[in-house]
């Protein structure tokens, strides 16, 4: 089964994560989507694959192996660049990259901890920050006007946005108006919020209830 999928930078190729621990790269032709590779990543599911956006030759994946890791799609097959298989208690399954700060990358787990990378050492990033949202951390996305905001689904905990910039990270709030799993969560990208970071709209879904909500967080004014 294809389980997540990521556009690189050039929106002529596609990442794709499956359910038997592989990768993919999918090409887009003039008349279809071709295979361009496909290996062996994890021992278990892949949760999500993510390109980084300053470099898209370098494919980051997570998996329910625990594993957190980066590939060199210039060498074929890919080569690792780094396995970290020590840092998360359980499946890794969601990254992303600061949009304004590309050297910090971020990964969510079913450890219920959020953690923050320094990727400027590639080989070896160091996991600077850690924060336990109190609920498997399913999807996390950057708010798109400012940097070190995250909005996070924590599945069993409802929903949170964090500051993650410097010093330790932080939950400024929390919304718990879902009655099951928290799974999906996006910022609305508007002319509105561009003109008043503080005028920002949320989307949130949930998995058995079927329920999405839209609502405004309140304590984005106070950063």
């Not at 609920?135 to 940097?147: E, M, N, Q, S």
């Not at 009655?179 to 709209?201: P, R, T």
Request: negative net charge; charged residues 20%.
């Amino acid at each position: 089964m294809c389980l997540f999928v990521d556009w690189n930078q050039t929106a002529k190729a596609l990442s794709v994560g499956l359910s038997d621990g592989s990768l993919s790269v999918v090409s887009m032709r003039e008349d279809r989507l071709e295979v361009s590779e496909q290996w062996t990543a994890h021992q278990y599911e892949v949760w999500t694959c993510y390109f980084d956006r300053a470099n898209p030759h370098l494919l980051y994946s997570g998996s329910d192996d625990c594993s957190f890791s980066c590939w060199d799609l210039r060498q074929n097959p890919s080569n690792a660049v780094f396995q970290n298989k020590k840092s998360h208690n359980m499946g890794v399954c969601c990254i992303a990259q600061n949009p304004l700060e590309g050297n910090m990358l971020l990964t969510g787990s079913y450890d219920e901890f959020l953690r923050v990378w320094d990727i400027r050492s590639m080989v070896k990033p160091v996991n600077v920050k850690s924060l336990n949202l109190g609920g498997g951390v399913w999807r996390i996305k950057y708010h798109p006007l400012i940097a070190d905001v995250v909005l996070a689904a924590c599945m069993h905990n409802g929903f949170a946005i964090v500051k993650v910039g410097t010093g330790d990270a932080a939950v400024v709030e929390t919304y718990c108006k879902h009655e099951s799993l928290a799974y999906g969560a996006d910022w609305q990208i508007s002319e509105g919020a561009e003109q008043n970071k503080n005028f920002s709209v949320v989307a949130t879904c949930s998995f058995y209830d079927r329920l999405l909500r839209v609502w405004q967080p309140e304590n984005l004014g106070n950063l």
